[in-house]
């Protein structure tokens, strides 16, 4: 009984803590934007002659879509996602993110990160000032094309993301 009485008071004692909170909200990716960046990505590095894989990604990191070109390596999807998943976790560009870990050797561990590739070609996805997401792309022959067809992407759903 006393156990009781001692769980009901630590309970009571929370909610004073409760009532003050208010409910984070946070701007997201939604599915016909990450379909239709991924859709713009894939696109742009076709017009190049590339086959790349695009994946987008939502503010915490989990895929919303991924699309990948015929003929283009198996390994892209993973890269895509890989780019995309550690841009909008560093909330920058993954191309700056390599360029700072080369200049500065206290940065070197970052790439020991689960799930991060310091190699160009993920971008941050924002709405004014807020990272919603990011786009990763992979296949093209350097990390500045893939890049420059992850801007495409963006480009191309801007409008529609607020």
Do not use: W, Y
Request: proline fraction near 4%.
């Amino acid at each position: 009984m006393l156990n009781i009485r001692l769980a009901v008071a630590a309970a009571a004692a929370l909610f004073p803590a409760l009532a003050g909170a208010q409910a984070l909200q946070e701007r997201n990716m939604p599915l016909a934007a990450a379909q239709s960046i991924a859709q713009g990505a894939v696109e742009a590095c076709a017009a190049k002659g590339f086959n790349v894989a695009a994946a987008v990604v939502d503010r915490a990191g989990v895929v919303r879509a991924l699309l990948r070109a015929d003929r283009a390596g198996s390994h892209t999807p993973d890269a895509a996602r890989a780019k995309a998943f550690t841009s909008a976790s560093l909330r920058n560009g993954t191309a700056a993110v390599a360029d700072a870990v080369e200049k500065n050797p206290a940065q070197r561990n970052l790439g020991q990160i689960q799930g991060f590739l310091l190699l160009g070609g993920g971008l941050p996805i924002r709405v004014g000032d807020e990272v919603i997401g990011a786009v990763g792309v992979g296949g093209a022959p350097n990390g500045q094309l893939d890049e420059e067809c992850a801007k495409a992407g963006i480009d191309k759903a801007q409008a529609s993301l607020g």
